[in-house]
C-alpha cells in the first residue's frame, strides 16, 4: 500500500492538485500509510477501510479529519482503480455515512 500512496502522490497529486490540496491529501493519507501501510493494496477490502476509520475515532480524531481521510483514500483508490492497479475502489463501499 505504501508504494501505491507514494505513487499516487509523485505521478498523480503532484500534477493534479494544489501544493496546499497536496499538502491535506499528504496528511490524510498519513493515517493510512499507518494503518494499512503493510497491507498489499489488491488485498485491501471495505471491511479494513471500515476498521480503519473506527480505529481513527477511537483515537479521538475529528469528524472533519476523518472525513479528510476518507476523501484522500477515495481519490486515490479511484486512481488506483483507473490505472487497472486493484478492480473496485474499497472506500465506496466501506459506508457512505463517514463522520
Known amino acids: 500500500m ?5 505513487r499516487f502522490d509523485r505521478d498523480w497529486a503532484a500534477l ?7 499538502e491535506r491529501y499528504a496528511f490524510a493519507l498519513a493515517h493510512v500509510r499507518r ?6 493494496l489488491q488485498k485491501v477490502h471495505s471491511a479494513d477501510i471500515a476498521a480503519l476509520y473506527a480505529a481513527l475515532t477511537r483515537e479521538g480524531l475529528a469528524p472533519w479529519t ?5 476523501t484522500a483514500l477515495h481519490r486515490a483508490l479511484g486512481q488506483a482503480k483507473a490505472w487497472g492497479v486493484i478492480r ?8 457512505s455515512r463517514i463522520a
Not at 2 to 6: M, W
Request: aromatic content about 4%; hydrophobic content about 40%.
Open 88 to 95: 473496485d475502489n474499497a472506500p465506496a463501499g466501506a459506508g
Open 35 to 40: 494503518h494499512l501501510g503493510n497491507r498489499i
Open 16 to 22: 493534479h492538485v494544489s501544493a496546499r490540496s497536496r
Open 2 to 6: 505504501v508504494e501505491f500512496l507514494d
Open 66 to 70: 476523518i472525513r479528510a481521510v476518507h
